[in-house]
């Protein structure tokens, strides 16, 4: 999704689900992973790398990286969270 009045440069990947917010700029050869966000009149210069899921709220210098924090593991497995969750229904075994 590429918000008004947006630009993005030469050589860019913008993979599934990304976002680029209005008046936004993504400078040349930047990667932006899936889910990745870029801010309302945010500037990235060149080469920038987003990870999956990485929002960027502040304009960046070339050549900066952005990575989000994976999801925490949760203590459970499936089988004891659709137990005691009551989503037992689903049909998981």
Same mark, same amino acid.
């Given at each position: 999704m590429i918000g008004h009045h947006a630009r993005v440069d030469d050589h860019c990947w913008l993979a599934a689900e990304s976002v680029v917010g209005g008046n936004a700029v993504v400078g040349e050869r930047c990667f932006l992973g899936l889910g990745a966000a870029i801010g309302h009149?945010?500037?990235?210069? *060149?080469?920038?790398?987003?990870? *999956?899921?990485?929002?960027?709220?502040?304009?960046?210098?070339?050549?900066?990286?952005?990575?989000?924090?994976?999801?925490?593991?949760?203590?459970?497995d499936s089988k004891h969270f659709m137990k005691i969750t009551k989503m037992g229904g689903l049909g998981l075994k």
């Open positions: 009149d945010v500037t990235l210069g *060149a080469d920038c790398l987003l990870g *999956a899921g990485a929002t960027v709220t502040k304009s960046a210098r070339s050549g900066s990286v952005f990575i989000g924090r994976d999801t925490e593991l949760f203590r459970l």
